[in-house]
């Protein structure tokens, strides 16, 4: 039982380029969610979802999409890296109604030059 | 939308002294999270609490949520090195999504 699974864990990407973030689950939490966490501060949601095929918008989703195909997998895609991108992504699942919260990965630490 | 603000954003502590960060909402939480995140770590989920005016204890950890359900305190006895990290509430707005406090950072020195 792995949990949450964050590839790749570093990544420097030029401004301009794209990339996809990588997060799967294998304990079959219907929901998922993405934040990024700016150095001292918390953390920001960017785009949650509550179930295969469906998304929705976070706090900060600008410059972010979101893809939901299978329970499993979330992927995050930045399109036209900017230096605002800059930050630790972290991927996490909950259940609904669950007293145990939500299970982070352990995070991409993206930098945008 | 929903704004959950904690105090104070940094404490350093003696080892031994207590410590206690505290949370705000500016909104009525039908519950409230928190969690620990260790230096260069991710999130770790420690406790819910649901119930107004509730209370629960894990070891030399104290949890409170306010008899409004506005606010919340996370009291430690004693600290240790190893509670060293930042401390985050959370709670949820009416879709069930989280957001997340600002954060305590706890500095104990030796």
């Known amino acids: 039982n792995a949990g949450v699974t964050q590839t790749p864990k570093f990544r420097i990407l030029k401004i301009g380029q794209s990339m996809t973030l990588q997060c799967t689950q294998d304990m079959n939490h219907n929901y998922m969610y993405w934040y990024r966490q700016d150095p001292g501060m918390g953390l920001k949601l960017i785009y949650y979802?509550?179930?295969?095929?469906?998304?929705d918008k976070g706090e900060v989703p600008n410059g972010y999409n979101v893809s939901r195909s299978t329970t499993e997998d979330f992927p995050l895609r930045l399109e036209l890296a900017a230096p605002s991108q800059t930050s630790v992504y972290f991927c996490a699942s909950s259940n609904p109604g669950s007293h145990y919260g939500y299970t982070f990965g352990s995070g991409t630490r993206l930098t945008v030059v | 939308g929903q704004q959950v603000m904690q105090i104070p954003q940094y404490q350093h502590v003696q080892e031994g002294e207590d410590f206690t960060t505290y949370c705000n909402s500016s909104t009525t939480l039908s519950n409230i999270q928190w969690y620990k995140q260790r230096p260069g770590g991710h999130p770790v989920f420690l406790i819910q609490?649901?119930?107004?005016?509730e209370v629960k204890k894990q070891k030399r950890l104290t949890f409170q949520f306010g008899e409004a359900k506005k606010n919340s305190s996370l009291h430690i006895t004693a600290t240790q090195t190893t509670d060293v990290g930042t401390y985050f509430c959370?709670?949820?707005?009416?879709?069930?999504?989280?957001?997340f406090g600002t954060g305590t950072s706890l500095t104990v020195i030796p």
């Open positions: 959370a709670g949820p707005n009416t879709g069930n999504q989280f957001y």
């Open positions: 979802s509550v179930g295969a095929g469906i998304t």
């Open positions: 609490l649901v119930k107004s005016g």
